[in-house]
């Protein structure tokens, strides 16, 4: 048996692909740019640093690692040299649209058009929200238990990075698969105040949100992220206050299994919140 290449192989979803093809004895080989020991080291912006990581292999796991434009190049390397691609897209992406209406969608659309045109067979793994963003609120959890920031009321299907996983390991290993955009969430909408509740829970130290003018929001989004995708965030959060977004059964009806809650995930990562 060939061994997949799993590139993003020490980050939330790439880790748990890793773990997930292990565990049914398929070989692997792990990319990162600071692998494990057993992995290879590439950049997947540089080919010809994965290059040599393809000898043997013909099954990639691929996600979108700096800029789109840079990942082209090595989208092309793959089509010369592998059979298939499961790529980790975005739901940001809109197939009604001629062109993607945010940089989110354009970015991901941009890599998905290239291996569209490399040849191979793919299938792309849209999801809704990570559940692993709320990550990010960790620092503010553990100094006070308050999490800050606007449209609180926005409803969103996290979905667990084991959850993306498992979908990723059966296109990667099973037939069917080709040629499909599989849209991924939770297993219902929950607003970011029900988030950060179910995470102090978990974590044993309770945490409330704190609603606070959006100019302050952005700006605090700001010192991390660039305008353009904080405004992207914002607008999506707006949105979601009043139309939740629809849930799939997409890993239920690919796994066998239904996705797992939001409190599963908390309970996962409490350690991260302690």
């Known amino acids: 048996m060939k061994p997949i290449l799993v590139a993003g192989a020490t980050g939330n979803v790439g880790a748990q692909v890793v773990a997930r093809l292990r565990a049914r004895d398929v070989p692997v080989r792990p990319l990162s740019r600071n692998p494990p020991p057993d992995g290879v080291r590439g950049d997947l912006a540089k080919p010809e640093t994965i290059a040599p990581a393809l000898d043997g292999v013909d099954t990639v796991f691929l996600m979108l690692a700096g800029s789109a434009e840079a990942l082209v190049p090595t989208v092309s390397l793959l089509g010369e040299r592998v059979k298939r691609v499961v790529f980790l897209s975005s739901r940001a992406v809109d197939d009604s649209l001629a062109e993607q209406d945010n940089p989110i969608g354009t970015w991901h659309r941009t890599v998905e058009e290239a291996i569209e045109a490399a040849g191979v067979d793919w299938t792309f793994l849209r999801p809704h929200g990570f ?30 990075e084991k959850d993306i996983a498992a979908v990723a390991v059966e296109a990667l290993t099973g037939g069917g698969h080709a040629g499909a955009k599989y849209a991924l969430t939770g297993t219902r909408p929950i607003t970011q105040i029900e988030q950060v509740r179910i995470i102090g829970e978990a974590a044993g130290r309770p945490a409330r949100w704190e609603e606070i003018p959006l100019e302050e929001a952005r700006a605090a989004m700001l010192a991390k992220m660039p305008d353009f995708i904080v405004d992207t965030i914002l607008t999506g959060f707006r949105a979601l206050v009043t139309e939740p977004s629809e849930i799939t059964s997409t890993v239920q009806d690919v796994t066998g299994r239904p996705a797992l809650d939001f409190e599963v995930w908390a309970a996962d990562h409490a350690a991260d919140f302690q």
Request: avoid cysteine.
């Open 131 to 160: 559940a692993a963003n709320t990550l990010g609120w960790a620092p503010s959890i553990r100094a006070d238990g308050v999490v800050r920031g606007a449209y609180g009321e926005a409803s969103l299907p996290l979905i667990h």
